[in-house]
């Protein structure tokens, strides 16, 4: 697995600064705003619930991120509607994925289509991609690890975003929720996209850079080994 200092942002992974808002962001037509459903549970979408979310203290927004260094408490709205808790990860026993990224973002959308539907073509276009990440789709849809995609907007509505995602890459399994403050983007340092950090159960760091997947990618490749 690469450190940080070994990653360069190759040329197929986009930049923050690469991205350019268009003035409307197309949605499902047979998308509805989120609604309260009738649901005992507490995430429609089946997302895992920490018992001990209550116990649980992290740092705050001003700190930085690093491997061994627990990540601040995270809540952003999910494609069901729901207000997602990071914290509520916590305690699985599984690595959590935060996958960051935008709705324009080819090689985003590229990796989100492969995840949905499971044609690796959709990657043939980026260098970065390895067929040995093929992996990563089997761990997803066995629940081996958690992959929550993250996603910010430049300006359009957020929540549209997410919605948009959803209808166009769905996946049972992957949570997608709406950073409609760019507060995990910004916190993340997020440089090149897709961004991929890596939590272990207890909110710490596994991996973390501000380059583009390569590294996050070959941990979990090495992880999958293990399995």
């Known amino acids: 697995v690469e450190t940080p200092e070994d990653v360069e942002t190759p040329e197929d992974v986009e930049t923050p600064e690469d991205v350019e808002t268009p003035e409307d962001t197309p949605a499902p037509d047979d998308t509805d705003s989120p609604t309260d459903a009738q649901n005992s549970a507490k995430y429609k979408g089946g997302w895992p619930e920490n018992p001990n979310l209550s116990q649980m203290e992290g740092p705050g927004w001003d700190t930085l991120p690093g491997v061994g260094q627990m990540i601040p408490h995270y809540?952003?709205?999910?494609?069901?509607?729901?207000?997602?808790?990071?914290?509520?990860?916590?305690?699985?026993?599984?690595?959590?994925?935060?996958?960051?990224?935008?709705?324009?973002?080819?090689?985003?959308?590229?990796?989100?289509?492969?995840?949905?539907?499971?044609?690796?073509?959709?990657?043939?276009?980026?260098?970065?991609?390895n067929e040995s990440y093929e992996v990563v789709k089997t761990m997803?849809?066995?629940?081996?690890?958690?992959?929550?995609?993250?996603?910010?907007?430049?300006?359009?509505?957020?929540?549209?975003?997410?919605?948009?995602?959803?209808?166009?890459?769905?996946?049972?399994?992957?949570?997608?929720?709406?950073d409609s403050n760019l507060q995990l983007k910004e916190y993340l340092q997020v440089k090149a996209m897709p961004h991929i950090a890596i939590l272990d159960s207890d909110m710490k760091f596994l991996v973390w850079t501000v380059n583009g997947p390569t590294t996050g990618m070959k941990y979990l490749v090495e992880f999958s080994k293990g399995l």
């Open 75 to 129: 809540i952003a709205m999910d494609q069901h509607g729901d207000m997602l808790d990071l914290y509520d990860f916590a305690g699985t026993g599984k690595p959590v994925v935060l996958d960051v990224g935008t709705w324009y973002c080819k090689p985003c959308k590229g990796m989100a289509s492969y995840f949905s539907d499971g044609d690796p073509s959709s990657m043939d276009d980026y260098a970065w991609w």
């Open 140 to 178: 997803i849809d066995n629940g081996d690890i958690h992959w929550i995609t993250v996603l910010y907007s430049l300006g359009s509505d957020p929540y549209k975003d997410v919605l948009t995602w959803e209808a166009a890459f769905p996946n049972e399994h992957i949570p997608v929720v709406s």
